[in-house]
C-alpha cells in the first residue's frame, strides 16, 4: 500500500507493539520539545508525518491479534453456555426428584386396596342372572334391568 514498514517479516506480535508503543511515546515527545522551541519549523511536519505511520502500524499489529481475540472470545461464549447448561440440567433433576419424591409420598398415601374395594365391589351373580332376570323383569316391569342393577349397587352401600 506504499507505507514504509517498520519491523521485520517474521516478528513477536507484542514485542513490536511494545516497540512502537514507546517510539510513539517519543516521536510525541520530540514533537512537543519542537514545538515549544521553533513552531514554525519544517520538522515538525516530519514528525506528524512519523506519528502517521507509527499509529497505522499500531493499528495493523492490533488488527492482526483480532482472530486471536475472536477465538477467545468465541471460547469465553461456549464456556458460559456450559455453565447455563449444566446449571439447567442440574434444577430440572432437583424438580424431578421432588416431583418422583411426591409421587411416593402419594403412593404411599393411597389406602389398601382391599379396604377401599369392598365398598366398591359389584356382586358378580348380578351379572350371571342378567339375562334369565331381563327376561323376567321385561315382562313384568317396564324398568330397565340395568336401572335396577344400579339401584342394586346404591343400596348395597
Do not use: W
Not at 517474521?10 to 517510539?23: A, M, P, V, Y
Not at 331381563?134 to 324398568?143: G, I, L, R, V
Amino acid at each position: 500500500q506504499g507505507i514504509k514498514r517498520l519491523y521485520p517479516q517474521h516478528f513477536d506480535r507484542r514485542r513490536e507493539l511494545r516497540k512502537l508503543n514507546h517510539s510513539l511515546l517519543v516521536n510525541f515527545l520530540d514533537l512537543l520539545d519542537l514545538l515549544v522551541q521553533c513552531p514554525d519549523s519544517p520538522r515538525r511536519q516530519e514528525k506528524v508525518e512519523d506519528l502517521s505511520l507509527l499509529f497505522i502500524h499500531i493499528h495493523h499489529l492490533l488488527n492482526e491479534f483480532r482472530p486471536h481475540q475472536a477465538r477467545e472470545t468465541l471460547r469465553v461464549m461456549m464456556e458460559l453456555q456450559r455453565r447455563q447448561r449444566t446449571e439447567t440440567a442440574q434444577r430440572f433433576q432437583k424438580h424431578l426428584d421432588k416431583v418422583m419424591e411426591i409421587l411416593q409420598q402419594a403412593l404411599q398415601m393411597l389406602p389398601e386396596t382391599s379396604e377401599s374395594d369392598s365398598k366398591l365391589m359389584i356382586p358378580t351373580e348380578l351379572f350371571e342372572n342378567l339375562d334369565a332376570a331381563n327376561q323376567d323383569e321385561a315382562s313384568t316391569d317396564s324398568c330397565n334391568v340395568l336401572d335396577r342393577l344400579m339401584c342394586d349397587i346404591v343400596d348395597a352401600m
